[in-house]
């Protein structure tokens, strides 16, 4: 049985501004130890979407328009709050892009992480101050520095401590939304090869939101490729980069400027994402597309699935597949 | 071709209650006319403060900045003022850049009010639709106000307001580190187009190793202040001859799940740029480091033609 | 109004459509806007009653304000005196709508006065800081040590009374907690890129103080000033209490309150009318202040 599983969910923002539709039919599949990468860009709906799996959405103006979201089989949207809250930590956990806010600063590092693992398990205060020591040395802080406030730590280590507290209750499934996107290039190699190392420790499942294919690269194991709220190009790691299909996803892989390669000029992706209150009517992605047909402006494409596991929205496969 | 600036020893100090802090410390190069120098370097390396220190945002502690052939490090009042017409910023973030009470014609007119270059409204709204075309932004939000723009857009008005003197340098600090990749590109090759147009020279200030192999020609490669490795960019990447260098290329997250990873990973963090002790800035994360390195601050030279490093190892590390 | 998608080539096709619509000036967006908030036309609303009253009292009273009555003394509200009579049989809304000529100026001129001088001292300290700072706001801190009062109350003993000099008595007090708000103010806006921005495109530094940091410190200074007025109505009357301020006959609002302190309980309309004239003048003021500061950030553009 998949650990989590995400069927057709839709999510919308509604404001006296109009509709926001920020998360449209997204379908996701995530097995056992599995890290999987969520890639867009600002506005794809890919933190909405992780905060709609722990039922974080502010609402108003959030509303859960469709779907289910399976977690060992029970759909999180139906759990009462209470139950939500006990899931919330102890089996799903989240990092957030900044560490810098997501520690008390008047509060030492070492008490912080010993309150979690208190709130979440029923031991005595000498067993979770024990556990958070533990968790400290698996994440490479140094166990005395448990005594020191947060301003003492750099962002690197911050973000290591943020990771230790979301890890302190063994949960099954972590989110990490841009865990590394506030941080130096040299610190965030340390933090993804200690979150690599982690992962193969405790076979933590994960999502991993970025907008950094080389993140993806070398951290996931299945990519979902999404663009404006929809689920665009899904696969495994060696499909979508071997094989990137989405118009989209070819557009991102142009955008970035090449380590080995020259390339006199890039080629971006012309114009801007759509605005969620008016997306356009067909492909979401017709406006910018090169392959953009008169079809493409009238027809919603569904997902076609070009390989086992390998599904891309696109009409240019429909054809193909006929 | 002909050199625009040169920069000799420059340093800057800041002085902090725990002491002075050594943002730029003894760090020269030059810049040919037409070309870009990128300067890297992660967050805290004195990067920014190199760029504003060569506009005369700030005024350096010590050492010379000469362009185009004359001495400006300590010129003031009208001379300083005249100098801003050559010289312009594009600022990182194209939130806090932009004044949000002007309306985008208001923002790229403003250096052009305040050196009264045009007589007449007409001509100005004329000169704002001639630099608003020049960056890719449609006339129609002439009268919109930032808040309403995306960041790509807000990034061309920052780039049409740095235009509108016609300056001969560019100071890019980060302009593309707050867009997303797909806008990036975009605003990256509006950069290019303009340098071969307009004939603009470039200083470009990234943490993202990506951009600046793309954007420049040169790269100076910046540690706590101190500057380790300058070469001609190709080459840096393929033969990058600092460790720290070496370790910042590998620290990279490659797109592409084909290329082996090698990696060095560098441990530690980056030490303190107040009062630093006499010694080589990157010693305490260095996997060559020794006792030299720790007394003495390596000397800047060049190992290989156009290739200089600050390393006291670099050529037993290297085999030279 | 979001923009929207749209392909970089196919922005121009759309322009002249939209371009027709879009083309205002800055003064009618916030004129418009102030239009638009329905609070802030209540407050408008009341603060033009206010002043035409006051600078119509001839028109709108029957009796003098001076007049004395002994004869109709503490007169409850009816038909003639319709806010009844004070302890001297003088009629409470003539006195009240000509005290507001009194009240009304001062408060306005005094928080003129201390506003003025605290957006020059605080910007100056400010935007340039180190030394300039360090001693403009110790010499406000002294001032500040002084109680607002005591500082009133030594000020127009050294000035004598009148209109003017009571406001310029009570401006004093005032200037140092607008200084540091503004200079607070100026801090966090100075370190916008855009300040740096004008500076690197040759603005001199009163160009910059001027055109790009004072218009964004322009919230903070509505919402001081309206609050302003309110606590200076109540800062005249003080010093109208003790003989300082202005001198009766002449009447103001505080003064009239403050006279009719002993007979609370047996007399209300000395103490209710005087009491709304000041509470309506604040509630305007304030509705007044907050639609202005909401009209005048662009921001808010709908």
Redesign the interface.
């Known amino acids: 049985m998949n650990l989590l599983e995400i069927k057709d969910l839709s999510i919308h923002y509604v404001t006296k ?1 109009g509709t926001f539709k920020s998360v449209n039919h997204v379908n996701l599949e995530l097995e056992e130890g599995e890290t999987i990468g969520l890639v867009g ?2 506005g794809a709906g890919k933190t909405t979407t992780a905060l709609g799996i722990l039922r974080l959405l502010q609402s108003p103006p959030a509303k859960i328009v469709s779907g289910e979201i399976l977690f060992k089989g029970t759909d999180l949207l139906k759990v009462s709050e209470e139950e939500m809250q006990k899931i919330r930590g102890n089996d799903i956990a989240m990092i957030f892009q900044d560490p810098m806010t997501a520690l008390n600063p008047i509060m030492r590092v070492g008490d912080q992480i010993t309150e979690v693992i208190e709130l979440h398990n029923d031991c005595t205060h000498e067993e979770a101050r024990k556990r958070m020591r533990n968790m400290l040395e698996l994440v490479g802080i140094n166990v005395e520095r448990a005594r020191e406030f947060p301003h003492q730590f ?1 962002g ?2 911050k973000q290591r401590v943020v990771i230790a507290m979301a890890l302190a209750c063994n949960p099954h499934l972590l989110i990490a939304d841009e865990p590394t996107t506030a941080l ?7 933090v ?2 200690m979150m690599n190392e982690l992962k193969e420790k405790l076979g933590t499942s994960m999502i991993l939101i970025t ?8 951290n996931c194991d299945k990519v979902a490729i999404m663009y404006a709220g929809e689920i665009v190009e899904y696969g495994s ?2 499909q979508i ?2 094989h990137i299909s989405h118009p989209y996803t070819e ?10 390669k ?2 006199d ?11 969620p ?2 997306l ?1 009517e067909g492909c979401k992605f017709n ?2 597309c090169q392959y953009c047909t008169e079809k493409c402006r009238t027809t919603e494409p569904p997902l076609y699935e070009i390989q086992p596991g390998h599904l891309v929205r696109c009409l240019r496969y429909g054809e193909e597949g006929q | 071709m002909a050199e625009l600036l040169r920069v000799e020893h420059l340093k800057k100090y800041f002085p902090t209650p725990a002491g002075m802090l050594h943002a730029v410390d003894d760090v020269s190069f030059t810049v040919e006319t037409g070309t870009t120098l990128g300067v890297v370097g ?2 805290g390396c004195g990067k920014s403060t190199l760029g504003r220190t060569v506009l005369r945002l700030l005024n350096p502690t010590d050492g010379k900045i000469i362009f185009d052939g004359r001495d400006i490090t300590k010129i003031k009042g009208k001379e300083l003022q005249n100098l801003r017409r050559e010289m312009q910023i594009i600022f990182q973030d194209p939130f806090s850049s932009l004044n949000p009470r002007f309306s985008v014609s208001e923002l790229i007119s403003d250096p052009l009010r305040t050196f009264k270059l045009c007589r007449t409204a007409a001509d100005r709204k004329k000169r704002v639709y001639e630099l608003m075309d020049l960056v890719g932004l449609a006339r129609r939000f002439e009268n919109s106000y930032p808040h309403e723009l ?3 857009r807000r990034q061309r008005i920052g780039i049409a307001r740095a235009l509108s003197l016609d300056p001969k340098f560019i100071v890019c600090d980060e302009p593309v580190s707050a867009l ?7 605003i ?2 509006l950069l ?1 187009d303009l340098q071969e147009s307009v004939g603009l020279t470039y200083i470009f200030v990234t ?1 993202d ?3 600046v ?3 420049s020609d040169d790269i100076l490669v910046m540690y706590v202040g101190a500057m380790l490795e300058k070469s001609p960019s ?1 080459e840096l ?1 393929k033969k990058p001859l600092h460790p720290y260098t070496k ?2 290329l ?10 082996p ?1 090698t ?1 060095v ?3 530690g ?2 030490s303190s740029p107040i009062e630093p002790k006499k010694q080589c800035r990157f010693c305490p994360r260095c996997p060559y480091a020794d006792e030299r390195c720790q007394n003495e601050v390596p000397a800047y030279e060049e190992v290989l033609p156009n290739h200089f490093v600050a390393c006291h190892k670099v050529r037993e590390i290297n085999g030279l | 109004m ?9 922005e121009e096709q759309i322009e002249s459509l939209e371009n027709a619509a879009r083309r205002h000036t800055q003064a009618g967006d916030v004129f418009r806007r102030l239009l638009n908030n329905k609070l802030g036309m209540i407050g408008l609303c009341i603060v033009i009653v206010l002043l035409f009253l006051t600078i119509f009292s001839g028109v709108v009273t029957k009796f003098p304000y001076e007049e004395q009555d002994f004869g109709n003394r503490f007169q409850f509200p009816d038909p003639v005196h319709i806010m009844g009579t004070d302890n001297f049989g003088r009629d409470i809304w003539s006195r009240l709508v000509y005290g507001g000529r009194i009240s009304l100026l001062v408060a306005v001129i005094s928080v003129a006065i201390s506003l003025t001088c605290g957006v020059i001292l605080g910007s100056v300290a400010g935007y340039f800081g180190g030394k300039v700072d360090i001693t403009i706001m110790r010499i406000l801190d002294i001032l500040m040590a002084i109680p607002g009062l005591l500082m009133a109350i030594a000020v127009s003993a050294m000035l004598g009374s009148g209109p003017v000099k009571t406001a310029m008595a009570i401006s004093i007090s005032g200037i140092p907690a607008s200084a540091r708000l503004i200079r607070s103010t100026v801090m966090s806006i100075k370190s916008n890129e855009y300040v740096e921005a004008a500076v690197a495109t040759g603005s001199t530094n009163r160009r910059v103080i001027f055109r790009h940091i004072l218009p964004n410190v322009i919230a903070p200074i509505i919402v001081n000033s309206t609050l302003g007025i309110g606590g200076n109505i109540m800062a005249i009357s003080g010093l109208s209490f003790i003989g300082l301020g202005v001198q009766p006959p002449t009447p103001e609002w505080g003064s009239i309150l403050s006279s009719g302190r002993p007979y609370l309980r047996d007399f209300w309309p000395m103490i209710v009318f005087p009491s709304l004239f000041i509470m309506l003048t604040l509630f305007a003021f304030n509705l007044l202040g907050d639609a202005l500061r909401d009209a005048l950030d662009p921001k808010l553009k709908k």
């Open positions: 501004e860009e600002t750099s690197g280590m130096d290039v040299t610190i965030q190699a340390q993804l090869e907008h950094d294919l080389g993140i993806v690269a070398s790691l060696e980069f071997h557009g991102l892989f142009n955008s970035i400027p090449s380590l080995d020259d390339v000029r890039l080629k971006p992706i012309k114009g801007l994402m759509p605005d209150s008016a356009p406006p910018r | 992660e967050s995306d960041g790509g997303d990749v797909s806008i990036q590109a975009q990256l090759n290019q943490h190793m990506s951009v192999r793309h954007i190709k990447f370790g910042l590998s620290a990279i997250p490659i797109p592409s799940i084909d290329v990873k990696k990973v560098l441990q963090e980056l | 979001i923009i929207t998608m749209l392909t970089g080539g196919g």
